[in-house]
Structures are given as structure tokens and as C-alpha cells.
């Protein structure tokens, strides 16, 4: 089993920057491919990055370079760095792994872990 913690929210201006975190628990995080996801209230869980087990990455068209998802192996944590941000970035974003698809996947339904979610607020 898998457990995932996601940090680092908060309420930021339009144009600033916050890092999330997620820790992964369990010694398998090599094997996992890691994703994030956000979801604003009323709206659909919308795919923002994911990152292979071999660290390849890849994000979604929206966010036009204002995102960088990365990986630090030794801690087992997954960052997701974002620039830029803009109120419509308003959301909670949530971590996910998958051991099934080794890239990762767009899909939220091809994930098998998720975090509790932490929550990003974007003031004009």
C-alpha cells in the first residue's frame, strides 16, 4: 500500500509562485510513476502533469511551461513547481501513483493512489 501527502498550498497573488510536495510512504517509489490532478469546485478532476518512473515528463496543454513537475527519488517525494499563477489555477490539487501505466497517463482513472489534496488559492 501506498500513502500519499501532499504540502505546500496556500493562497498566493495572481503572478506568484508556490511549490507542492508529495511524500510517498513505502519502498516502492522508484516503481511508481507520479501524477497531479486538480479539481475546482463544480468542475470535472482535470490532469495537470505526470512523471515516469524514468523521469520522463508531461503536462498539460493549458499550462503553456507555467508548471515543472519533478522527482526526488531519495526522499520519495514529487514536486510540482508553479510560476505565473493565475486565478483560474484556483483549485485542489492532488498527487497520484501508478504502478500500472510506467509513464503515467492524463487518465485519473489509471491511477491506484491518491492523496488527500491540498488546496491552491489564486487572488486577482
Known amino acids: 500500500q501506498v500513502q500519499l501527502v501532499e504540502s505546500g498550498g496556500g493562497l498566493v497573488q495572481a503572478g506568484g509562485s508556490l511549490r507542492l510536495s508529495c511524500a510517498a510512504s513505502g519502498p516502492t517509489f522508484s516503481s511508481l510513476a507520479m501524477g497531479w490532478f486538480r479539481q475546482a469546485p463544480g468542475k470535472e478532476r482535470e490532469f495537470v502533469a505526470c512523471i515516469s518512473m524514468d523521469n520522463s515528463k508531461f503536462y498539460a496543454e493549458f499550462l503553456k511551461g507555467r508548471f515543472t513537475i519533478s522527482r526526488e527519488y531519495a526522499k520519495s517525494t514529487v514536486y510540482l513547481q508553479m510560476n505565473s499563477l493565475k486565478p483560474e489555477d484556483t483549485a485542489a490539487y492532488y498527487c497520484?501513483?501508478?504502478?500500472?501505466?510506467?509513464?503515467?497517463?492524463?487518465?485519473?482513472?489509471?491511477?491506484?493512489?491518491w492523496g488527500q489534496g491540498t488546496q491552491v488559492t489564486v487572488s486577482s
Open positions: 497520484a501513483a501508478t504502478r500500472r501505466y510506467t509513464l503515467g497517463s492524463e487518465n485519473h482513472q489509471e491511477y491506484d493512489y
